[in-house]
T-cell receptor, first 113, second 121 residues
Framework: DAKTTQPPSMDCAEGRAANLPCNHSTISGNEYVYWYRQIHSQGPQYIIHGLKNNETNEMASLIITEDRKSSTLILPHATLRDTAVYYCIVRVELSRGAQKLVFGQGTRLTINP | GAVVSQHPSWVICKSGTSVKIECRSLDFQATTMFWYRQFPKQSLMLMATSNEGSKATYEQGVEKDKFLINHASLTLSTLTVTSAHPEDSSFYIC?????????????????FGNGTRLTVT
């Protein structure tokens, strides 16, 4: 089962910042938070990941709360091409060091002109 | 960046036939590859974890005899849908991570292929 919860949908105006929240209240101390997005009929695209410090790359910023129970993905200047389903994922640890990514339902972000 | 190539991108087959989907890591070695399935308007569902040189680990409810996975090299994993039926029609997606022998690679993100749309008639 997915270890994260996200709102099912969000809207944002083109050019504005899109802030996508994610709750992961059962996250363990050494588990990373990963963000992916999926544009229709394509494979998921990696965006960013982090452990406890805020992270920024050319695509987005990731803000993780101090207790690590939630995080926010920020797209600073959303464009129409950012319309996609965004997934927040916490890795599921298996035995003997194995691990897997379990996808929840994600947030369908629509950027409006 | 790491590239995962999936082939074919789409395939149509007749009921009862078998279909093979290839997943290749183009510029890195992948000890582990993952196979997902996605139905329309739904999220990705993990089917199995493919380990190079050993048997795949299947998720609960996924028939290992129907979805044959082979991971014979560090750059190639294949998924064969045997005796396909219309209900197997779906979007199949693979992903891979670089081999891990350090903390940084252990937590490195998965890279996904662009998926294979299977239609069984």
């Amino acid at each position: 089962d997915a270890k994260t919860t996200q709102p099912p949908s969000m809207d944002c105006a083109e050019g504005r910042a899109a802030n996508l929240p994610c709750n992961h209240s059962t996250i363990s101390g050494n588990e990373y938070v990963y963000w992916y997005r999926q544009i229709h009929s394509q494979g998921p695209q990696y965006i960013i990941h982090g452990l406890k410090n805020n992270e920024t790359n050319e695509m987005a910023s990731l803000i993780i709360t101090e207790d690590r129970k939630s995080s926010t993905l920020i797209l600073p200047h959303a464009t129409l091409r950012d319309t996609a389903v965004y997934y927040c994922i916490v890795r599921v640890e298996l035995s003997r060091g194995a691990q897997k990514l379990v996808f929840g339902q994600g947030t369908r972000l629509t950027i409006n002109p | 960046g790491a590239v995962v190539s999936q082939h074919p991108s789409w395939v149509i087959c007749k009921s009862g036939t078998s279909v093979k989907i290839e997943c290749r890591s183009l510029d890195f070695q992948a000890t582990t590859m993952f196979w997902y399935r996605q139905f329309p308007k739904q999220s990705l569902m993990l089917m199995a974890t493919s380990n190079e040189g050993s048997k795949a680990t299947y998720e609960q409810g996924v028939e290992k005899d129907k979805f044959l996975i082979n991971h014979a090299s560090l750059t190639l994993s294949t998924l064969t849908v045997t005796s396909a039926h219309p209900e197997d029609s779906s979007f199949y997606i693979c992903s891979a991570r670089t081999s891990w022998d350090s903390e940084s690679s252990y937590n490195s993100p998965l890279h996904f292929g662009n998926g294979t749309r299977l239609t069984v008639t």
